[in-house]
């Protein structure tokens, strides 16, 4: 048969089918919370325009910055600030949807740019992929290679240039989780080695930098910490405190749960200094982080060539004068003294020649790219930052003074680009521009002043805006970004690292890469200022209200399957349905033919149908397959064929209010993981769907009949209809109906029922009743993350292990990235525990597999990693589920 890539699942997506469409500086999307406006962000850049220090924080995922030091530090202090997390957060666990793998680690690269814009920090990562939980930081080193991650930090401090470093982890085994202890070890190498360039040539890594001071977070160990500082500082222009800020900024991790109260009054930060090489040498002397650190103009001014340090001079003198004169509601009057400024900003910039080395990947060679600059053409780093940081804040304040906005609009959100990627010049999309003037003086546009690849409209020549109106330019763009993961384009090494290198821009500027942003070029009272905008489809929500959503190329057919991994019966009859949808983005019809390819085994009722689909329309086509498949992976795939050019991709839209959408990008087939598993006879389970739980459609393919159950329903359904109750993963932390109902699903189980409950965060103690009978768990609750640890079977008759199918050695194998989570570790004994298992050099645990008859019925606790097992397709946990739901169900149901 024709092979085609098969697309893995969209919720645990492999490396070679994910692509993603990421954030765009400045859009406003969906329900994401605007930044700061009109005087209270202008009041902020103008205090910040001068400010020269850099802090730059360093830990392992998502979530694990710390938000009070980072929103006191940039919105409170002005510094530039920066966050370094070393993984995008794949391996995590999801609250708000089913995505897993690298579809997760694309959304939680979305909240840490949404936590960013709230708290005003930049975004970094390295190329380490979040393989799962780890237990050490030795086991950590086995998945990632720590020369190529320590040299990831080497080039972020090179490139943020900070004066001082944070570590929010210790990078000792009371990090608990091994990925932190790593991110806590490789910060403080990279404290000390970032100057090395014998180790990290400059030409690889960019010029060397030393930091002058190394902290970590106390915020575990207050009496530990030698300075503090009051994150829950009030600021009377933003109209909250910084830890306000900060609780908002974190509650942005929603895929994890991590919403918190915006609490008031003083609210303390701790830091342990760790090493210097300045400032005062007792740590409990300092006064501030930057204490021994002159980043005063004073200091500047001595670097700057003798020439230009008059015209530096007069423009600190011009700032005094502006901050003093700057009213909030007639921002006009500092129009004029800013341009200047930003004038005087520059021509010390110039005098600095083209700026010092900077690393840049981009598939041409790293240091041997065209587009990095030779060392040897080098400005002083510490200085070239300083006045680089300045002349941006300047720029920033005159557009917010002078109230200028740009905005590009489209008619639609996709572009449609041929497969293979390719653009027709007959394929155009228009964009309409428009300048608005909201100030008080005239601005002008030369040449009608946009520009963007592959942008093209009618010259308009120079253009002068009046104050309070606006100019529209209809443009036609005839290429659009595919708006996919920039870190994805290789791929991933051994699974563990992403291939493609990191270089000296941060999250945003790297995501311009692949975005489609147009520039307008617009001089204010005089000075020339860049304005860049994305590309959007706007609209309004009944609901949310006006939503912009950043216009993507994306292929002219596309083709999803239903699923992109499903279970067979091996060695039975198939009969199955399999749906393929099949969407075009032309804005005229398009005929295709539609085919399915089969593995050995399995017909369909036709190989090919064709459709004609509308502008922009979708269809959805039925194939029937029949036949019997032997035991193992097998690939299933569909095409779409259109004026001769075969479409074999299609998107998974990602859309979350919080965030930007995103179009996950997989080939269009799917696995089939054929099983030998044997349905328990006359079963019929009745199934409340946890967190990222795929046990309702494992179950339909096994051909088990199971009925969803909404926990409202609980109370007054005939649960007597089900042999078994199944409860998803995590179910009890997020449906509270069913907590309050849970005394109905114990009723069930005495009556005759099988109640399966999967695990729940923790401790599932914090909801009393929930258990029938005691269960306790250590502060870290206990987990096996080696997927392949040793499992030993403590009751081998037991039903569970050998009804309908016998579960043996084979069933273990295969699994992926953990055996089991959130296990107990106190049971009490009326649990038969029917399964053990550990990590290395750890103890025993006997909490996976838990069962206790409950009345004439049965209750089973399940801390097996299903929710994981179950999308990879993995045999053993097909079975195991098979058996799980088994129930009673030979015997007479439950009456209720």
């Given at each position: ?11 645990t ?10 954030v765009?500086?400045?859009a ?12 209270a ?7 910040g ?16 910055e ?10 409170g202090?002005?510094?530039?600030t ?6 995008r ?16 680690g694309?959304i939680?690269?979305q909240e840490?740019l ?11 990562f ?9 237990k ?7 998945h990632?290679?720590?020369?190529s ?8 401090v090179?490139?943020?240039r900070p004066?001082?470093m944070?570590?929010?982890f ?19 190498e990279?404290y ?13 890594f960019g ?23 009051n ?6 222009l933003?109209?909250?405190?910084y ?13 994890q ?20 090489r ?7 002397a ?14 500047i ?7 230009a ?27 004029q003294p ?15 020649g ?11 060679g790293g ?18 930052a ?17 109230g ?11 572009f449609?680009v041929?497969?293979?990627v ?32 592959g ?9 002068t ?7 529209v330019?209809?443009?036609w ?10 870190w ?9 690292w ?24 617009v ?24 939503l ?18 499903e279970?067979?019966?091996?060695g ?17 019809e ?5 085919r399915i ?14 459709r ?19 035991a193992g992976?097998h690939?299933?795939?569909a ?10 991709s299609g ?6 209010d ?7 990008y997989g080939?269009?087939?799917m ?11 006359r079963a ?5 769907e946890?967190v ?5 459609k ?9 009925e969803?159950?909404?926990p ?71 987990r ?7 499992v030993?079977v403590?009751q ?13 050695p084979?069933?273990?194998?295969g699994?992926v990235q953990?055996r089991?989570?959130y296990m107990p570790?106190?049971i009490?004994?009326?649990y038969?525990?029917l399964l053990r ?10 909490g996976?597999?838990?069962a ?8 089973v ?19 195991l ?8 169900a030979?015997a007479?149901p439950?009456?209720?």
């Open positions: 048969m024709t092979r085609l890539p098969v697309a893995p699942s969209t919720r997506i492999s490396a070679a089918a994910l692509a993603a469409a990421l765009v500086p400045g406003s999307l969906t329900a994401q919370v605007a930044p700061e406006r009109g005087a962000a202008l009041g902020s850049a103008l205090a325009i001068g400010t020269t220090g850099r802090v730059l924080t360093v830990a392992a995922h998502p979530d694990d710390d938000t009070p030091i980072i929103a006191w530090l940039a919105r202090r002005h510094v530039e920066a966050y370094l997390s070393l993984t957060g794949d391996g995590g666990q999801n609250l708000i949807g089913n995505e897993l793998g690298e579809a997760l694309a939680r690269t840490l949404a936590a960013r814009r709230i708290d005003g920090g930049t975004q970094y390295t190329r380490a992929y979040d393989f799962g939980f780890s050490n930081a030795e086991e950590t080193y086995q990632w290679p720590k020369d991650i320590l040299g990831d930090v080497v080039r972020v090179r490139a943020f004066h001082v944070i570590a929010f210790s990078g000792t085994p009371r990090d608990g989780h091994g990925h932190h202890q790593v991110s806590g070890l490789l910060a403080r990279a000390e080695l970032a100057g090395d360039t014998v180790r990290f040539p400059s030409r690889d010029l060397p930098w030393t930091p002058q001071k190394f902290y970590r977070s106390a915020r575990q160990a207050p009496d530990s910490a030698t300075l503090r500082v994150t829950g500082e009030y600021d009377p933003l109209g909250r405190s830890f306000e800020i900060a609780a908002e900024s974190r509650s942005q991790h929603k895929s749960g991590f919403g918190v109260l915006q609490r008031k009054g003083v609210i303390w930060g701790y830091l342990s200094r760790e090493a210097t300045t400032g005062p040498a007792d740590a409990r300092e006064r501030s982080l930057f204490d021994g650190i002159d980043t005063t103009w004073v200091a001014r001595n670097r700057v060539p003798v020439a340090q008059p015209v530096l001079d007069s423009a600190l003198q011009t700032l005094t004068f502006l901050r003093a004169e700057y009213r909030a509601a007639n921002p006009a009057g500092v129009v800013l341009a200047r400024i930003l004038g005087q900003f520059r021509r010390v910039r110039h005098t600095l083209s700026g010092p080395f900077v690393y840049i990947n981009d598939g041409l240091g041997n790219s065209p587009n990095a600059r030779r060392a040897q053409d080098e400005a002083d780093p510490a200085l070239w300083a006045i680089a940081t300045t002349v941006a804040r300047t720029e920033q304040a005159l557009v917010l003074a002078a200028v906005v740009v905005e590009a609009t489209a008619p639609r959100g996709t449609p041929r497969e293979p390719k653009v027709d010049v007959n394929d155009t999309l228009p964009v309409t521009v428009t300048v608005f003037n909201r100030g008080r003086a005239p601005i002008f546009l030369r040449n009608a002043g946009v520009a963007g690849i942008m093209r409209g009618t010259d308009q020549g120079d253009v805006i009046a104050p309070d109106s606006a100019h330019m209809p443009r763009a005839v290429a659009f970004a595919s708006n996919s993961p920039w994805r384009a290789k791929g991933r090494q051994q699974q563990d992403f291939q493609q290198p990191i270089d000296s821009r941060d999250e945003v500027a790297q995501q311009e890469k692949v975005s489609t942003v147009l520039q307008a070029f001089q204010i009272a005089g000075e020339p200022v860049t304005i860049t905008t994305p590309v959007v489809y706007r609209y309004a929500d009944p609901v949310k209200g006006d912009q959503i950043p216009v993507s190329a994306v292929p002219g057919i596309s083709v999803n399957l239903g699923s992109t991994m279970y067979m019966r091996a039975v009859p198939v009969d199955r349905d399999v749906p393929v949808r099949v969407t075009s983005s032309y804005p005229h398009a005929k295709v033919a539609v390819l089969l593995p050995d085994g399995l017909t369909a009722d036709t190989v090919e149908r064709e004609t689909l509308e502008a922009q329309g979708s269809v959805l086509v039925t194939f029937r397959v029949r036949g019997t498949i032997k992976r690939e299933l795939g095409m779409a064929l259109h004026e001769g050019t075969m479409s074999t998107p998974y839209l990602v859309a979350y919080h965030i930007t959408p995103m179009r996950l080939a269009s087939g696995y089939l993981s054929a099983v030998e598993v044997k349905r328990p006879p019929r389970v009745g199934y409340v946890g990222g739980d795929a046990g309702v494992a179950l339909e393919q096994l051909d088990i009949t199971v969803r159950l909404e409202a329903m609980l109370g007054s359904t005939d649960l007597s209809r089900f042999t078994s109750i199944v409860i998803g993963p995590r179910a009890y932390e997020t449906r509270e109906l069913l907590v309050k109902n849970n005394a109905r699903l114990l009723e069930y189980a005495r009556r005759g029922g099988t109640l399966v409950v999967q695990y729940g965060a923790q401790n599932m103690n914090a909801f009393p009743g929930i258990t029938p009978y005691p269960l306790q768990w250590a502060p870290r609750a206990a096996v993350t080696m997927e392949d640890a040793p030993t403590r081998p008759a037991h039903p569970l292990l050998t009804s309908p199918n016998r579960i043996g084979d069933d273990w194998a699994w953990e089991a989570t570790s106190t009490d004994s009326r038969a525990s298992m550990n990590d290395p050099e750890e103890p025993a645990n006997d996976a597999l838990l206790a008859p409950l009345g004439k019925g049965r209750y606790y399940v801390t097996l990693a299903l929710f994981r097992q179950l999308p990879a397709g993995v045999p053993g946990a097909a079975r589920l098979a058996n799980l739901v088994a129930g009673q030979l007479i439950p009456k209720m």
